[in-house]
């Protein structure tokens, strides 16, 4: 008999996260209450901010605790339901667990995923949801770019951030990239159109940058926190805006995470540096559709692409989330649980 499959945190990380923290169990398959729904889940997606959600210590969102099963982003189709806004063969996304099924009664944050179909359903998580969004409204609400300004981009070949460098094109910013590997800095430039691209692994950061950003920074779109953010401070231009997306450089310090000494370069420069929580803007319906529409469009001009990665199997789910800390991810990295329903089968 067909059993749910799960992945218990049992214990904290200490520094980086490992396949040590996790515990595999099984259980049976949950069977749906009133006004709930039972989803398989397709895909789990894997995220930096699983080790800020494995700490002792909250971050935006409460801790895991020790023993439950670990929080993830994933996206799942229904096979049975007593609630009308749910039916059977509905995709949907949400936090939900590292496990084959889940229960939702549709409070939280979930979502019925209606793409353009002419979107594979893993263009959910490449273009949309808490990835390319991200992207989007910390550059558009935050960033507020102009045409011909200087935006560095931290953590730029990975999920977030490589949308993040074409969105600033898109913008008609010059844009400098900052990646950690010759080949995702080549990648940047000639795929993504980066004006340059910075491998923070080699020489001196804060010597390459300023090579590359002879006029100045007038935006940072931050995935990586630490000294990637104090290079940049250095340069920053009067009324520059920054953008803190993440500190992923800095997740595995939960004593001392390394704050930058030159942060009062903001006060001389008349400067914005603003966190943001992606999650915050679905409040806003409006906007949220408006962003959907102007990726949609974007990534169909031709002008927006995305890469993912997948790993097979939910049994080696602890093992590829080390990869987003190492940066052996190449693009947003999936795990697959299960097969994708047919699309005659979707709603
Ligand atoms: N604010 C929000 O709402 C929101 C939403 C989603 C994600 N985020 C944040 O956005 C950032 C990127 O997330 P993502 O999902 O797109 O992951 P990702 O960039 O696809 O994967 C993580 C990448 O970070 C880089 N990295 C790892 N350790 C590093 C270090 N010590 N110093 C510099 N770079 C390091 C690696 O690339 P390299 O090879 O270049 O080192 C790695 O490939 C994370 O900080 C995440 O927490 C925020």
Known sequence: MAKNRQWHLTSRPTGE????????????????????????TIYLSLDPTHRLWAREKASYMPSVKLGDVM????????????????????????????????ISDGSGIVALVDMDPRLPLTARFGLF??????????????????????????GAAGAVGSIAVQIGKIMSCRVVAVAGSDEKCAWLK??????????????????????????????????????????VLDLINM?????????????GNDEKPYAPPNIYNLLNKRAKLEGFIVLDYAADQRWWAKAHDDMTQWHIQGRMKYRIETVDG?????????????GTNTGKLLVKVSDEPPASARL
């Not at 993830?72 to 099924?101: L, Q, R």
């Not at 993504?192 to 090579?211: E, W």
């Open 17 to 40: 996260l490992s396949a040590g923290n996790f515990e595999l169990r099984e259980s049976a398959i949950p069977e749906p209450g009133n006004k709930q729904f039972l989803i398989r």
């Open 71 to 102: 929080r993830g982003f994933t996206m799942g189709v229904v096979e049975k339901s007593n609630h009308p806004g749910y039916p059977v063969g509905a995709i949907v996304t949400g936090v939900f667990g590292w496990e084959d099924y889940s």
């Open 129 to 154: 949801e808490h990835i390319g969004l991200a992207a989007y409204f910390g550059i558009l609400d935050i960033l507020h770019p102009k045409p011909g300004e200087t935006m560095v981009v931290s």
């Open 190 to 231: 000639d795929e993504l159109g980066a004006d340059a691209a910075v491998n923070y692994k080699k020489g001196s950061l804060k010597a390459s940058l300023r090579a590359a950003c002879p006029k100045g920074v007038d935006t940072f779109f931050d995935n990586v926190g630490g000294e990637c953010l104090e290079a």
């Open 239 to 251: 009324k520059a805006r920054i953008a803190m997306c993440g500190a992923i450089s800095q997740y």
């Open 314 to 326: 939910l049994e080696n789910a602890p093992q590829a989330v080390t990869k987003l800390f190492q």
